[in-house]
């Protein structure tokens, strides 16, 4: 299976910015699409940013001309970097990526979240 770790998550002033990292691991043969979704509390999980692996991007009308997705197909990693925050960013951000891994000699699909990291935009 394929494994995702965060990491960049923290405390953000109002104006501010942050820059998430999402590293793919395991016996990963490609991946396809990879993305960025959070959930606030008392609120539904929501789609931050997503980014195929040739490069088209899509994000989140709240998110649009202040956050940029990027990835690094090399290494399997997707970044997210988070300019002029605002307070309702605040949510745990998860990493979501798809692909196909080596299984048994064979290959076979896998649709793999990541653990989670809380961004907190305050004064």
């Known amino acids: 299976q394929a494994r995702l770790a965060e990491s960049g998550g923290g405390l953000a002033q109002p104006g501010g910015s942050l820059r998430l990292s999402c590293a793919a691991s395991?016996?990963?043969?490609?991946?396809?699409?990879m993305g960025w979704y959070r959930q606030a509390p008392g609120k539904q999980r929501e789609l931050v940013a997503i980014?195929?692996?040739?490069?088209?991007?899509n994000y989140a009308d709240s998110v649009k001309g202040r956050f940029t997705i990027s990835r690094d197909n090399a290494k399997n990693t997707v970044y997210l970097q988070m300019n002029s925050l605002n307070p309702e960013d605040t949510a745990i951000y998860y990493c979501?990526?798809?692909?196909?891994?080596?299984?048994?000699?064979?290959?076979?699909?896998?649709?793999?979240w990541g653990q989670g990291t809380q961004v907190t935009v305050s004064s």
């Open positions: 395991g016996s990963i043969l490609s991946v396809n699409a």
């Open positions: 980014i195929t692996r040739a490069g088209s991007t």
């Open positions: 979501n990526a798809d692909g196909k891994y080596s299984s048994g000699g064979s290959h076979a699909v896998f649709n793999s």
